[in-house]
């Protein structure tokens, strides 16, 4: 985006120059002056958005959230029930990435703050994880008769 601005600012300069010379005029110059400015505007409110978006990126989770969600998950997989296992899959894997070398889950970590499963919250209760409630029904689904 810098270098961007630069070659855009210098092309500004370049514009400026020729008319303080007397090689431009304003009929010639001012048009493409004010598409620059506009370029430059633009390119310098995408720069700063990228630059607040690269500062404000989360900070990882502390070793500690990672060893509790990890003992959690393990202890839901070997010893939970099948909906236990089910809702904690949907809330802490992002997706499930297919490799020649095999699967590869994606984890969402909870940022700070958010009820972390299966460990104490601000109550003193163990935080749930929701399972949706509903499933598909069998409407729709109609026996075949015949009709000979």
Partial sequence: MDT??????????RYHAGFENGTMDDATAGPRLR?????????TARRDTLAAAIA???????PAVIGHLASYLRR???????????AAIEALISQIRVTPEGL?????????????????????????????????????????????
């Fill in 35 to 43: 598409e620059l400015h506009h370029q430059i505007a633009q390119l």
């Fill in 56 to 62: 404000s990126q989360p900070q990882p989770p502390a």
């Fill in 104 to 148: 590869i889950p994606v984890f969402k970590i909870p940022q700070p703050g958010t009820p972390i499963p299966g460990q104490p919250g601000p109550t003193g209760s163990q935080a749930t994880v929701r399972t949706k409630d509903s499933s598909v029904g069998d409407s729709g689904i109609e026996p075949l008769t015949s009709s000979v």
């Fill in 4 to 13: 961007q601005i630069r070659a855009k600012q210098a092309a500004v300069n």
């Fill in 76 to 86: 839901v997989i070997d010893a939970g029930a099948p909906a236990e296992r089910k």
